[in-house]
């Protein structure tokens, strides 16, 4: 059975850093790319960050470029999500996925219906 645990969430002030960890579990995804998204109360899930399996290609939407930074240890089977100057507005549950397929494309890993696997979440919230 796969899974996807998330950690590392919590609270911090404005302009701090956390570090997001998903572990993955009963497959590796050392050949998939991963991905992580978050949601806020009311608001829509939105794309965070993606990697490709290889860890050679990272995406990331336009609110976090620049201070978020995705990377993977296959050798752990586990993901990163690096956030930094972190906002009021990052506050969200952060979900990790994983895609069984090997699609690579940005327009696809973008977009949340595509991944296979998902992670229970781990709450951000950023005070100001």
């Known amino acids: 059975q796969v899974q996807l645990v998330e950690s590392g969430g919590g609270l911090v002030q404005a302009g701090g850093s956390l570090r997001l960890s998903c572990a993955a579990s009963g497959r590796t995804f050392s050949n998939n790319a991963m991905g992580w998204f978050r949601q806020a109360p009311g608001k829509e899930r939105e794309f965070v960050a993606a990697i490709t399996g290889s860890g050679g290609s990272t995406y990331y939407g336009d609110s976090v470029k620049g201070r978020f930074t995705i990377s993977r240890d296959n050798g752990k089977n586990t993901v990163y999500l690096q956030m930094n100057s972190l906002k009021p507005e990052d506050t969200a549950v952060y979900s990790c996925?994983?895609?069984?397929?090997?699609?690579?494309?940005?327009?696809?890993?973008?977009?949340?219906?595509?991944?296979?696997?998902w992670g229970q979440g781990t709450q951000v919230t950023v005070s100001s």
């Open positions: 996925a994983a895609d069984r397929k090997y699609y690579t494309a940005t327009y696809y890993l973008r977009q949340s219906m595509n991944y296979d696997y």
